[in-house]
């Protein structure tokens, strides 16, 4: 005879979805911690719309980010960067993976203190610096020794990144596992919530 109560049992993308109700899920953190490949994966197990805030400045703006950064610099980018935060934190529930400097200013950080749930993607530098070198479309490391620049950002930005509601270790395991963490996570965060305000 087989146990039909674990077959019956909500899963983990289930339980989530059910607490969550119409917050949204925020992703932080530097480049490189994998914010919309984990932020995709979490948006489909939950059924939810996943928007990565770059690609959605660049849809509007019609220009890459190091364009934006090159034409009107980062003061600019940051300000169009808070004003399509905030419309698109307007409604939810839905995955939204942001730029790495997002968080970092107090505009587009009050904007999704309010809009939903802060998860940051904590990574280490080696992990960092795998994923970011293969690449050479990030303006901000676009300096003459990049890995010494990414550890500056590092240190300048992961006591910010410490406010977010939740933390989770990003490392080189499989994005599933990470995924399932962010969920727990999630959960575990509500939950506690609950209980605080009685």
Request: hydrophobic share 40%; net charge positive; glycine share 8%.
């Amino acid at each position: 005879m087989t146990d039909t109560s674990s077959l019956l049992a909500p899963t983990l993308a289930e339980r989530t979805r059910a607490i969550l109700g119409r917050r949204n899920l925020i992703l932080v953190g530097l480049m490189g911690a994998g914010k919309s490949v984990i932020g995709r994966l979490v948006a489909q197990q939950l059924g939810l719309p996943f928007i990565d805030t770059d690609t959605e400045i660049e849809r509007v703006s019609r220009m890459t980010i190091s364009e934006l950064f090159t034409a009107y610099g980062e003061t600019e980018f940051r300000a169009l960067e808070t004003r399509v935060v905030k419309r698109i934190l307007r409604s939810g529930p839905k995955v939204v993976s942001t730029g790495g400097g997002a968080f970092i200013n107090d505009k587009t950080r009050r904007q999704i203190e309010r809009g939903g749930i802060s998860i940051w993607l904590h990574a280490d530098l080696e992990v960092l610096w795998e994923r970011v070198n293969k690449r050479d479309h990030r303006p901000l490391l676009k300096t003459e020794n990049p890995k010494q620049t990414l550890e500056k950002l590092m240190q300048d930005r992961y006591p910010v990144y410490a406010r977010a509601d939740i933390t989770i270790n990003s490392r080189d395991v499989r994005k599933e596992v990470i995924c399932a963490e962010v969920l727990e996570a999630v959960i575990t965060h509500l939950t506690d919530n609950r209980k605080s305000h009685g």
